[in-house]
């Protein structure tokens, strides 16, 4: 079993930066792809950013690239993600993942097993 839990969350102006974190326990987090997904009220929960479990390989939405980064420690097992140029849509509650597949990072929700419980970002115009 693994439990993740995310901070870094809060109030920005339109066009700051935010870095979440996302602290894992449990099972070995090194063997894990992790991702960051998010949920706006009243929408899907998407897809954000996914890093391999050795940190080699990236993943990113559309909507993010060049502006989000995704990094991780396994050493300190956690995962970050760097939030730059933020703007009103992405405020959102965003959700750190960890996945259990061997070999490939998923960038969709049915690829992970570990969720955490959410952190709000909220970002102002």
């Known amino acids: 079993q693994v439990q993740l839990v995310e901070s870094g969350g809060g109030l920005v102006q339109a066009g700051g930066s935010l870095r979440l974190s996302c602290a894992a326990s449990?099972?070995?987090?090194?063997?894990?792809?992790m991702g960051w997904f998010r949920q706006a009220p009243g929408k899907e929960r998407d897809f954000v950013a996914a890093?391999?479990?050795?940190?080699?390989?990236?993943y990113y939405a559309d909507s993010v690239k060049g502006r989000f980064t995704i990094s991780r420690d396994n050493a300190k097992n956690t995962v970050y993600l760097q939030m730059s140029s933020l703007k009103p849509e992405d405020t959102a509650v965003y959700y750190c993942a960890g996945s259990l597949l061997v070999a490939t990072t998923p960038t969709t929700k049915s690829g992970y097993d570990y969720w955490g419980q959410g952190t709000q970002v909220t970002v102002s115009s």
């Open positions: 449990g099972r070995a987090f090194s063997g894990y792809g």
């Open positions: 890093i391999s479990w050795s940190g080699s390989r990236t």
